[in-house]
């Protein structure tokens, strides 16, 4: 009996270590972050806690609402634009972009969007940027979440 025991253990462990996806530890590259950066341009479709919940526009400061209706360039030459696309994506603001030098966060200098905002997620399809700007008039942890625009 502890022989059968014994044995429907082992399988089970086996059976787990086997299976658990490996996590092979590779931090992004630069040349990989840039790329996708640079490939679209991107406008804010959200503004979020950094556990997700949507955040209602009317509760975020003036600067962080702008942001709604701006589409943003990265460009492989560290600038960073802002687009309008109501005005056939007049440049209304601009500056500069580097990622840090771990590739987990961007280092921003645009007028009224200035920082080093980390990286949440970056794939080709959606950037997250986190950044400390005011909800409800306090300063807070907010998700900006981009999407591709065409």
């Given at each position: 009996?502890?022989?059968?025991?014994?044995?429907?253990?082992?399988?089970?462990?086996?059976?787990?270590?086997?299976?658990?996806?490996?996590?092979?530890?590779?931090?992004?590259?630069?040349?990989?972050?840039?790329?996708?950066?640079?490939?679209?341009?991107?406008?804010?479709?959200?503004?979020?806690?950094?556990?997700?919940?949507?955040?209602n526009k009317s509760r975020l400061n003036l600067a962080t609402q702008v942001l709604y209706d701006l589409?943003?360039?990265?460009?492989?030459?560290?600038?960073?634009?802002a687009l309008d696309p109501k005005q056939s994506n007049s440049v209304v603001n601009g500056g500069t972009?580097?990622?840090?030098?771990?590739?987990?966060?961007?280092?921003?200098?645009?007028?009224?969007?200035?920082?080093?905002?980390?990286?949440?997620?970056?794939?080709?399809?959606?950037?997250?940027?986190?950044?400390?700007?005011?909800?409800?008039?306090?300063?807070?942890?907010?998700?900006?979440?981009?999407?591709?625009?065409?």
């Open positions: 009996m502890n022989t059968i025991r014994l044995l429907l253990v082992c399988t089970a462990l086996l059976i787990t270590l086997t299976h658990c996806k490996k996590d092979d530890g590779a931090t992004p590259t630069e040349a990989s972050q840039t790329d996708l950066l640079v490939a679209n341009n991107w406008r804010t479709v959200q503004v979020s806690t950094p556990d997700g919940q949507a955040i589409n943003m360039q990265f460009r492989n030459d560290g600038t960073v634009r972009w580097k990622l840090a030098t771990d590739n987990q966060s961007i280092d921003v200098d645009v007028s009224g969007f200035k920082g080093n905002f980390p990286i949440i997620q970056l794939t080709k399809n959606k950037l997250i940027l986190r950044q400390r700007a005011p909800v409800d008039g306090k300063d807070s942890d907010i998700n900006l979440e981009f999407d591709p625009t065409l």
